[in-house]
């Protein structure tokens, strides 16, 4: 029988880590660094552009850096956190302050060339067109079980 060394903690962390994904809370293991956050995105896919749409509020446009290299496509920001007074009472601090590094690896048929990104109102789209005349899957194969 072997020996396992006892760590009470653990299990309450990996609890607070997985509710944590679930409700974008930074992991236990990063609560002294509350900065850590990643904001929410949705990635969309028309005829002719792929459409990746990240949620950034409070995050300003001279705090955002998107940049391309070798195919992954990378969002960098941050949010800084509002200068506060000694005589103010805190009764909570839900939202979260610091940097955030998203990277997504782009498919073959992107258009690196052609990328756009914008930001408004707590939005930051980026529009990555398609190649001309890249071949389009077929929208569904069924393949026979045998």
């Given at each position: ?7 009470p903690m653990k299990g309450i962390e990996e609890f607070f880590d997985r509710y944590g994904r679930l409700v ?123």
């Amino acid at each position: 029988m072997a020996l396992e060394k006892w760590e009470p903690m653990k299990g309450i962390e990996e609890f607070f880590d997985r509710y944590g994904r679930l409700v974008a809370w930074p992991s236990s293991r990063h609560w002294g660094a509350l900065g850590d956050w990643q904001p929410r995105v949705d990635i969309r896919e028309t005829d002719g552009t792929y459409l990746i749409q990240a949620d950034i509020p409070g995050v300003e446009k001279n705090d955002l850096k998107v940049t391309l290299e070798q195919g992954v496509l990378t969002l960098q920001g941050e949010r800084r956190q509002e200068s506060r007074e000694d005589k103010d009472r805190m009764h909570r601090v839900e939202r979260v302050y610091g940097s955030f590094t998203r990277s997504f690896t782009l498919p073959a048929d992107a258009d690196e060339a052609g990328l756009k990104a914008s930001s408004k109102e707590g939005q930051l789209s980026i529009e990555i067109p398609k190649k001309a005349g890249a071949a389009t899957p077929p929208s569904a194969v069924q393949v026979p079980v045998e």
